[in-house]
């Protein structure tokens, strides 16, 4: 037991002294830390035990574990919390037309790819990816891995998936269906969500609100190639939306026009 202590105690002050870790090479879950002050095994040796109860890395992102993603009533004592989160969206345009043209086999490889591409960007900035629908995904930046620059990590993620995704993308598009292409829409909104478990049938944790909905709302209108920024997290990362075209925007189920400033992929 001694020697599991001071394992732990010397993989905690590893894991809060430095720059965060690459996406799944943290030792301990991050989500954990930041959220209880719990230093959970999730690399190395001191690791095996908890596997053996099924506490393993979540598939939300790597550097956290499945007491974040599966049992958040316990890790915060409630049912739901309100939260200064950034939540983006992101979808492929001219799925729909070109899911009707090509088989499920090179349907499937293109929506693996994307899913793929958009997960390693938003690990890399500390998100997770809270849900995938299909050729779309929801991010939460701020929960449960703390990060105060939340805004800003929203858009460098999307700066990302744009380009990581849009040559990759095409090159499949091409090979299925000469003369498509395709590209990515991403809409962005920060402001506080709910977080908690919303289901008696599922035990992981979303983000529910308003700013969930307008962030959507705002990957709906945003074009291939585009990143929709709402004027709040452009507020909050005025660095990265410098310069960047201003769009006024009706959005479904909200009454007031809404300002986005406008990235496009570089």
Not at 132 to 149: E, S, T, W, Y
Not at 162 to 181: D, F, I, V
Not at 204 to 227: K, M, W, Y
């Amino acid at each position: 037991m001694p020697a599991i202590v001071d394992g732990l105690r010397e993989m905690t002050t590893e894991s809060t002294s430095r720059e965060p870790a690459s996406h799944g090479s943290a030792r301990i879950c991050r989500g954990c830390w930041d959220q209880m002050h719990m230093p959970i095994p999730i690399g190395g040796p001191l690791a095996l035990p908890f596997r053996a109860f099924g506490i393993t890395r979540s598939k939300m992102n790597p550097d956290i574990c499945t007491i974040c993603e599966r049992s958040f009533q316990y890790v915060k004592k409630q049912r739901q919390i309100t939260v200064d989160a950034t939540i983006l969206f992101a979808d492929i345009r001219g799925f729909t037309d070109l899911s009707e043209r090509i088989e499920a086999v090179q349907l499937s490889e293109i929506v693996s790819l994307f899913q793929d591409r958009c997960a390693q960007a938003i690990w890399a900035h500390d998100g997770i990816v809270n849900k995938q629908m299909g050729d779309g995904l929801m991010a939460i930046f701020n929960f449960p891995i703390v990060r105060k620059d939340h805004a800003a990590a929203a858009i460098r993620a999307a700066q990302e998936i744009q380009r990581n995704c849009a040559a990759a993308l095409n090159g499949l598009a091409l090979e299925a269906l000469p003369g498509r292409t395709l590209g990515v829409g991403v809409g962005i909104h920060s402001g506080e969500v709910q977080i908690g478990e919303f289901s008696s049938f599922r035990s992981d944790f979303t983000a529910i609100g308003g700013v969930v909905n307008q962030a959507a709302r705002l990957e709906s209108r945003a074009a291939a190639g585009e990143i929709l920024v709402s004027a709040e997290t452009a507020a909050n990362a005025p660095d990265l939306a410098a310069g960047a075209e201003t769009r006024m925007l009706a959005l479904k189920g909200i009454e007031q026009p809404v300002e986005a400033r406008v990235l496009v992929k570089h």
